[in-house]
């Protein structure tokens, strides 16, 4: 997988994922309902994080469904699931490597995940094989198109392009486009019943629909300058302009699916 956060970064991961959950747990909870989340039901949270979106599936399905949780590490999933419910269980695993149970979940979940991964087809392949015949899953990504095209004040643009720049040249970066692949990708694999919502925000300064991604680059930064790849104090300044009260931008689509494995 493209996406490790490191030990010393851990503190502001957890206020991200606070954030994150804050932004975009009633979006999910919109996706999973649409996807028939109910009582009793066999679910699977891949990529589970703080564990905010497991907490909130296994409220639902209650004692008499089950709800597998796995990351590739767990350490952040008392966030959310200090005392998770007996109907829930944690468990360390790559969907990269396969699935961690074959035809059997009722409804799959992923947020946030594929686009990180070195090869996003092979994770959703796996996730297809998890599901039941006629299971559903629920997936979203973000799609950074409009965001980049999008007139953005300097230096925080310019250090943008630079980022940007960047992951163009680096096989294993974030994959910035993979929004707008979800769908054709769907379909491959062999999905049925493909529906899609996309969601954008106002980023303003200093607020925490801005903190989400302004966290990720201070932690990132100093490794980046120390490697040589950027100008430290371009991005010094873009991460002060994205704190100030005047500063605010459109988020990058959040696109949000629902599709089900043939009966």
């Known amino acids: 997988m493209a996406y490790q956060v490191p030990t010393s970064a851990r503190d502001a991961e957890r206020q991200r994922h606070h954030i994150l959950a804050e932004l975009l747990d009633p979006h999910t909870r919109a996706q999973l309902n649409r996807a028939g989340l109910t009582a009793g039901q066999r679910c699977l949270d891949i990529g589970c994080g703080g564990g905010s979106v497991a907490a909130m599936m296994a409220g639902c399905v209650g004692t008499s469904g089950e709800v597998l949780a796995v990351d590739i590490n767990l350490a952040l999933t008392d966030l959310f699931l200090a005392n998770p419910p007996p109907q829930l269980t944690l468990r360390e695993h790559n969907i990269e490597e396969g699935p961690p149970q074959t035809d059997h979940f009722d409804?799959?979940?992923?947020?946030?995940?594929?686009?990180?991964?070195?090869?996003?087809?092979?994770?959703?392949?796996?996730?297809?094989?998890?599901?039941?015949?006629?299971?559903?899953?629920?997936?979203?990504?973000?799609d950074w198109s409009l965001f980049d095209q999008q007139a953005m004040p300097a230096p925080f643009?310019?250090?943008?392009?630079?980022?940007?720049?960047?992951?163009?040249?680096?096989?294993?970066?974030?994959?910035?486009?993979?929004?707008?692949?979800?769908?054709?990708?769907?379909?491959?694999?062999?999905?049925?019943?493909?529906?899609?919502?996309?969601?954008?925000?106002?980023?303003?300064?200093?607020?925490?629909?801005?903190?989400?991604?302004?966290?990720?680059?201070?932690?990132?930064?100093?490794?980046?300058?120390?490697?040589?790849?950027?100008?430290?104090?371009?991005?010094?300044?873009?991460?002060?302009?994205?704190?100030?009260?005047?500063?605010?931008?459109?988020?990058?689509?959040?696109?949000?699916?629902?599709?089900?494995?043939p009966a």
């Open 107 to 142: 409804l799959v979940h992923a947020r946030a995940l594929l686009e990180h991964l070195i090869n996003p087809a092979a994770g959703l392949r796996h996730m297809h094989q998890c599901l039941r015949p006629g299971g559903w899953l629920a997936i979203s990504g973000s």
């Open 157 to 261: 643009g310019e250090f943008m392009e630079q980022l940007r720049r960047l992951g163009n040249h680096q096989s294993d970066s974030h994959q910035r486009h993979f929004g707008s692949q979800l769908l054709p990708m769907l379909s491959d694999i062999g999905f049925e019943d493909t529906h899609a919502e996309g969601h954008v925000w106002l980023m303003r300064g200093g607020k925490p629909s801005t903190e989400w991604l302004i966290l990720a680059l201070e932690w990132a930064v100093p490794s980046l300058a120390q490697q040589g790849l950027i100008d430290e104090d371009l991005a010094t300044r873009a991460i002060a302009q994205a704190r100030e009260p005047d500063f605010a931008i459109l988020s990058p689509v959040h696109i949000a699916a629902t599709a089900r494995r």
